[in-house]
Each structure stands twice: as structure tokens, then as C-alpha cells.
């Protein structure tokens, strides 16, 4: 169901020269989903922004 998506964000990761673009896409997707379907926390305005910045820096490191 989410293969295209992850896909599609794990080759733009890989020609921005992430090591490990598909780690990243399933670091992207994750939470998301997460907090969507078990309704953990809320979608702030300001998290969508925040958890991108925090995924490419994570992966930036590897």
C-alpha cells in the first residue's frame, strides 16, 4: 500500500546522497502513521516542519 510513497521518497533521498534511503523514508513515514492511527498525539501546525528537519538530520549523520 505505501511501497510507491516510500519508494518515491527513498530515491529522492538517495540522489540528495543519503546513505541508507530507504532507513530514511521508514524514519520519515513512521511517526507519522504512528501518531495517525493510534491517535498518540496531535498534528500541530509545526510538527510536520520539525519531524522533516529531524529525519534529514538523522540521516545526514550516517
Known sequence: MLGPQL??????????GVECPEDGAELLLGPVFHRW???TRPFTEDWPAAH????LRAVSFG
Open 37 to 39: 492511527l493510534l491517535r
Open 52 to 55: 522533516v528537519e529531524r529525519v
Open 7 to 16: 519508494r518515491a521518497i527513498a530515491d529522492r533521498l538517495a540522489r540528495a
